[in-house]
């Protein structure tokens, strides 16, 4: 078996889930191995396995939708003579049984590494279920030395029927070493990707599409390089009922995934009670008119299929706040829907023109303070130099004043747990996607909050002020950032790893 499988350059980023992958591959044991592989459509999952295939010398198959038993089993026979370097007519495999045996006893024979891998496993589940079972019989066999080896690469689309191989009382429970969610890429990998220069008009692309690779093959063109053309794009491909990209259509493909997602419209109706505001069961029961406990079950569905988020505060132990995770969906809920009369007969531009205030209200403004969130994640560390645990939001209520403030940033020192009493608070931050700069004003909010942190027990009086902007800052802030070490301002330079961090001292 090949040690080390070099990830070729055409796969951009991916680097954790490459090294996964190919430790899996090159594992030595002569027992079977099982992975699980998931994610979104469009994330990138086929391109990162048919790589890993090609290096480690396996075999890639794709379950075709709406194939039957019959093809399938067909299909994949043939693909199992063409390893073997025999005619397809002479070999005939009429079970899974047989299939599954036979390909990993021929890699076993012709691979540099005995590595089969099933794609889009969900089609095929639809009318060979026992394929599960029968994987477990073999790995049970593998394991006493009474069956073939290799590594068995299942991956899917459908998340919630991928994520229930592995659950309860089904056969695969206990014997995958691997289940790996493969996630859109992130918003400078997505820049790249795109080959998009200006930074503003990277993160109008991202909070419309956010990071699945496989929406580029399917813009029409060139990729937008400018506010201009970023708004002559969106018209020409999301709000464009001939394109591929058409977020209706997408939407209504991406919900197709699911099995359990039978009645459309009622979903529908719910992404657009989520994205207009609903963020607990009761006001989205409330907003289309249905007790609660009606829309419990359907939001647990989209939640499973990651196209609904909650977030869980993170000091307070009250109910999460439920938004819409998916890009492509909340745009479509936000933008493409309410206007589609004036789409499909061809005006676009106007439908565009007058959805620019819920795009930058209800789009943009919660993309950056997310965006937000996953910098000070994955980057405050290296470029900021702080030291962070859990990173999520929280309000602060501020009795004095009778109100409550709202944390879009708000971080934990190392060793803290999220919802405890006396929390050490290492980061308190705004994200603001508004076109006026932020101010000292900003600041003033920032450490009216860190104060009544400590009155709430919190230990917050060293914590670090951070003010994320859009749109850059007041010179007075600057100036104050720069001889302040507890103030930080990050703009979208930062943000994307264009320009330093500024303040701190």
């Known amino acids: 078996m090949p040690v080390d499988l070099v990830k070729p350059d055409r796969i951009l980023d991916r680097e954790r889930e490459w090294r996964l992958l190919a430790d899996f591959a090159a594992d030595e044991s002569p027992q079977m191995r099982i992975a699980i592989v998931s994610g979104r459509r469009r994330s990138g999952k086929s391109f990162l396995l048919e790589a890993l295939t090609e290096a480690a010398g396996g075999l890639y198959i794709a379950a075709v939708q709406e194939e039957g038993r019959v093809p399938s089993l067909l299909r994949f026979t043939r693909a199992i003579a063409a390893v073997a370097g025999v005619p397809a007519t002479s070999l005939m495999l009429a079970t899974w049984e047989d299939a599954l045996t036979t390909a990993l006893d021929v890699l076993h024979r012709t691979a540099r590494t005995p590595m089969l891998v099933i794609d889009e496993l969900p089609y095929l589940l639809q009318h060979s279920p026992e394929i599960p079972g029968l994987l477990q019989l073999l790995y049970d066999r593998s394991q006493s030395g009474n069956g073939p080896g290799g590594r068995v690469v299942l991956c899917g689309s459908a998340i919630s029927v991928m994520g229930e191989l592995l659950s309860g009382t089904k056969p695969l429970r206990g014997r995958a070493v691997v289940d790996l969610r493969v996630p859109p890429f992130g918003a400078r990998t997505a820049r790249s990707h795109w080959q998009i220069d200006d930074r503003q008009t990277a993160l109008h692309l991202d909070a419309c599409l956010g990071g699945a690779p496989g929406y580029r093959p399917l813009a029409p063109g060139a990729a937008p390089q400018t506010p201009g053309e970023f708004d002559s794009w969106v018209c020409r491909t999301l709000l464009d009922p001939g394109r591929a990209l058409y977020a209706r259509s997408e939407a209504e493909f991406l919900l197709r995934e699911d099995p359990r997602i039978t009645h459309r419209t009622l979903y529908y109706d719910l992404l657009s009670a989520v994205a207009t505001g609903g963020t607990t069961p009761s006001k989205i029961g409330a907003a289309?008119?249905?007790?609660?406990?009606?829309?419990?079950?359907?939001?647990?569905?989209?939640?499973?299929?990651?196209?609904?988020?909650?977030?869980?505060?993170?000091?307070?132990?009250?109910?999460?706040?439920?938004?819409?995770?998916?890009?492509?969906?909340?745009?479509?809920?936000?933008?493409?829907?309410?206007?589609?009369?004036?789409?499909?007969?061809?005006?676009?531009?106007?439908?565009?023109?007058?959805?620019?205030?819920?795009?930058?209200?209800?789009?943009?403004?919660?993309?950056?303070?997310?965006?937000?969130?996953?910098?000070?994640?994955?980057?405050?560390?290296?470029?900021?130099?702080?030291?962070?645990?859990?990173?999520?939001?929280?309000?602060?209520?501020?009795?004095?004043?009778?109100?409550?403030?709202?944390?879009?940033?708000?971080?934990?020192?190392?060793?803290?747990?999220?919802?405890?009493?006396?929390?050490?608070?290492?980061?308190?931050?705004?994200?603001?996607?508004?076109?006026?700069?932020?101010?000292?004003?900003?600041?003033?909010?920032?450490?009216?909050?860190?104060?009544?942190?400590?009155?709430?027990?919190?230990?917050?009086?060293?914590?670090?002020?951070?003010?994320?902007?859009?749109?850059?800052?007041?010179?007075?802030?600057?100036?104050?950032?720069?001889?302040?070490?507890?103030?930080?301002?990050?703009?979208?330079?930062?943000?994307?790893?264009?320009?330093?961090?500024?303040?701190?001292?």
């Open 288 to 505: 289309l008119h249905r007790d609660r406990a009606s829309v419990v079950a359907p939001l647990e569905v989209l939640t499973s299929t990651g196209y609904v988020r909650k977030d869980q505060d993170l000091l307070r132990q009250n109910n999460p706040v439920i938004s819409v995770a998916d890009p492509v969906i909340r745009f479509n809920q936000l933008v493409a829907l309410p206007a589609v009369d004036l789409i499909e007969h061809g005006q676009a531009e106007r439908a565009w023109r007058e959805a620019r205030p819920t795009f930058s209200s209800k789009i943009l403004g919660p993309h950056f303070e997310e965006l937000s969130r996953r910098w000070t994640r994955a980057y405050a560390n290296d470029e900021a130099g702080l030291r962070l645990s859990a990173t999520g939001a929280t309000e602060v209520p501020d009795r004095a004043a009778q109100t409550k403030h709202e944390v879009d940033v708000l971080a934990l020192a190392p060793g803290s747990r999220p919802r405890t009493a006396h929390s050490e608070i290492a980061l308190i931050g705004e994200a603001k996607a508004t076109i006026a700069p932020r101010g000292l004003r900003d600041v003033e909010r920032l450490e009216r909050i860190r104060q009544l942190l400590g009155e709430l027990g919190h230990r917050a009086e060293s914590a670090t002020l951070a003010l994320y902007s859009l749109h850059g800052f007041y010179p007075d802030v600057q100036a104050a950032a720069a001889r302040r070490k507890d103030l930080l301002l990050i703009d979208l330079a930062a943000i994307y790893g264009d320009g330093p961090v500024l303040g701190g001292a």
